[in-house]
């Protein structure tokens, strides 16, 4: 059954388009915040890493030049250097894994002398005195001759003292080492001379490999450096004047990122909202649902009756009619039973309904009725009207109330839903019978009544179905099966109504088969109540 109405409709075209709309929108915005928020995120993160790098290169200074401060200098030691200074030198070499060497030069008041105690050849460490300040400085890389790798010279003077301590760059180097996602290198920087003190190099961005640069590279990254300065993270150093540690940020990585987590976003976001979506839809369809839209038309009382004449042939006159429902939806449509009437009858929302249709119906026929003492109504009820307690009770007081006559009156029982074999339902029948109203098995033969249940019912009338009328004159089994029932429904004394005829062939074969009371479109469709009696005007008047 199709339980979706013109307002459901209406409303999932409305949610369809805000829907899409918000949707869409949230997408926008979610797609600028977590672009915003996972590069500021990656760059914090960066920030902290080289904080942590400047932490720990300050932290390896700090232990290099408390142990060469502690050493007693004077002129005199300077003096007696090979045997008074240098052990305690070389000592402190030997004990401190990060020193390579160390060289003191002590100068007079007037510059012109220099004194040096070294543990490197004398001839291996000739620096350039000038432009010192007494803060510590760090210069280099130089190679040493009597040192595999290059060092940086940590240099600082104290008084007339200058201390040079030579510290291998691969000792920096394994404090760079450690992952640092999304950067392409890291260098140590001076930023004063605007160069490159110690450079690591990402290899392969997949393995996270931190390769020492050759000077080469240390060229290009300068160039990247002073060229795109937005693309860095810095950190200055505490203890080394103008250094900083420098990380360059790997752009094309970080978009990658972006767009992964764009991608993921936009999945859960799409997820989401389809299940609201559907959600709400579930919702737009209850409220607007059959159920509702049935109550609503009760409330509004949009249910009215149309009567299809049932003839008597013997006399061709129109005996009776049946009264069929039909519902006035607010669109100013005629809907037709067949797509409600299941569903009234399962909720037992028909009983309200043929409450409503029977008063309708009594009150524009009770003259009729009356004025033709012969002439019945057929109306249709169902199993939910005897699983109503009140039904038949509310029934009898509106006859009463209209001054109906039961004799006038057929209540036409579908065998859709079986009527169980219920002792209640057959006292509640029997005691219709002995009131004095008729009982017709409708659509007889389409489901499971069978000749026993022809028996156990106090019926009295017997409705042929259409689809067996239909068959007449087709030379189909039912055709055969039509007659039959005829013929039993006159041995058992029940009287027939063949609905659905719509031929003179079927009327024919109906009559010849002793069956002369009919309805169908041969005679007329449904009809209004004005339309009905203009058609008895014209039908019973001999
Ligand atoms: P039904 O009780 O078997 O009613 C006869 C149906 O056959 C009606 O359809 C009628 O319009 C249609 N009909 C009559 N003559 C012909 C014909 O010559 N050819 C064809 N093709 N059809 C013909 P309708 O009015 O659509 O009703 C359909 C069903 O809805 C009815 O079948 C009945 O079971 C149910 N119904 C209608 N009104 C009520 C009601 O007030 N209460 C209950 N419980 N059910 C109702
Ligand atoms: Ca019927
Ligand atoms: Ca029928």
Redesign the pocket.
């Known amino acids: 059954m199709n339980t979706t109405t013109p307002q459901t409709q209406k409303a999932h075209q409305i949610l369809n388009i805000i829907w899409g709309i918000l949707t869409a929108l949230f997408l926008i915005v979610a797609i600028f915040v977590i672009g915003k928020s996972t590069q500021n995120s990656l760059h914090e993160q960066l920030e902290n890493t080289t904080k942590q790098l400047s932490i720990k290169i300050d932290k390896l200074i700090n232990r290099v030049t408390q142990s060469v401060y502690s050493t007693t200098i004077n002129t005199q030691t300077m003096m007696g250097c090979a045997q008074l200074l240098q052990p305690q030198l070389q000592h402190i070499v030997r004990n401190v894994p990060e020193i390579a060497g160390l060289s003191i030069n002590e100068i007079s008041h007037d510059s012109q002398k220099i004194l040096t105690c070294s543990t490197f050849p004398a001839d291996d460490l000739k620096l350039n005195n000038s432009g010192l300040e007494n803060s510590l400085n760090i210069l280099g890389p130089v190679q040493l001759k009597a040192l595999e790798h290059p060092v940086l010279i940590l240099r600082q003077q104290l008084g007339q003292y200058i201390f040079n301590i030579a510290i291998q760059d691969n000792d920096f180097q394994k404090l760079f080492k450690p992952a640092i996602p999304f950067a392409k290198f890291v260098v140590l920087y001076d930023a004063i001379q605007h160069k490159i003190l110690i450079e690591m190099l990402l290899e392969n961005s997949l393995e996270q490999r931190w390769l020492p640069a050759n000077t080469e590279q240390i060229n290009q990254t300068e160039l990247l450096i002073k060229s795109n300065p937005q693309l860095l993270i810095a950190t200055d150093l505490i203890r080394l004047n103008h250094s900083r540690v420098l990380i360059g940020i790997d752009n094309k990585q970080i978009k990658h990122l972006i767009i992964r987590n764009i991608a993921i976003a936009s999945l859960i976001l799409i997820i989401l909202s389809l299940g609201l979506y559907y959600f709400i839809r579930h919702r737009i369809r209850q409220h607007f649902s059959l159920h509702r839209a049935l109550m609503n038309a009760i409330r509004q009382g949009e249910f009215f ?2 009567y ?1 004449p049932i003839m008597d042939r013997r006399t061709n006159h129109c005996c009776g009619a ?5 519902w006035q939806s607010t669109e100013n449509e005629i809907i ?3 797509s409600f ?1 299941e569903y ?2 399962e909720s037992g929302l ?1 009983v309200p ?2 409450v409503d ?1 029977v008063k309708k119906v009594f009150a524009e026929s009770s003259m009729l009725l009356e004025n033709n003492p012969a002439f019945y109504l057929a ?4 199993a ?2 005897f699983s109503d307690p009140y039904f038949f009770k509310t029934f009898i007081t509106l006859c009463e109330k209209y001054h109906i006559a039961p004799q006038q009156i057929i209540l ?1 029982i ?1 065998e ?1 839903n079986l009527l169980y074999h219920d002792e209640s339902v057959i006292n509640t029948m029997q005691m219709l019978r002995e009131k004095g109203y008729s009982l017709a098995i ?2 007889f033969g389409t489901g499971n009544s069978n000749i026993s249940y022809l028996q156990r019912f106090p019926f009295n009338y017997l ?1 042929i ?2 689809i067996f ?2 068959s007449i004159g087709s030379g189909a089994i039912t055709e055969s099966l039509s007659l039959s029932m005829i013929e039993m429904a006159n041995r058992l004394g029940l009287k027939v109504i063949a ?4 031929t003179y062939t079927q009327l024919e074969s109906l009559e010849n088969n002793g069956a002369y009371l009919m ?4 005679f007329s ?2 009809l209004p109540f004005e339309s009905l009696i203009s058609f008895l005007n014209r039908n019973n008047t001999p």
């Open positions: 009756p149309t299809q049946e009264v069929l429902l039909r037709m039973p067949d009437i009234t009858e028909i309904i043929t249709l109306i249709n009820i169902s939910a009207h036409e579908t859709r409708d659509d409705k179905d259409r009328i239909n609905e659905g005829v719509e309805q169908g479109w041969y469709k449904a």
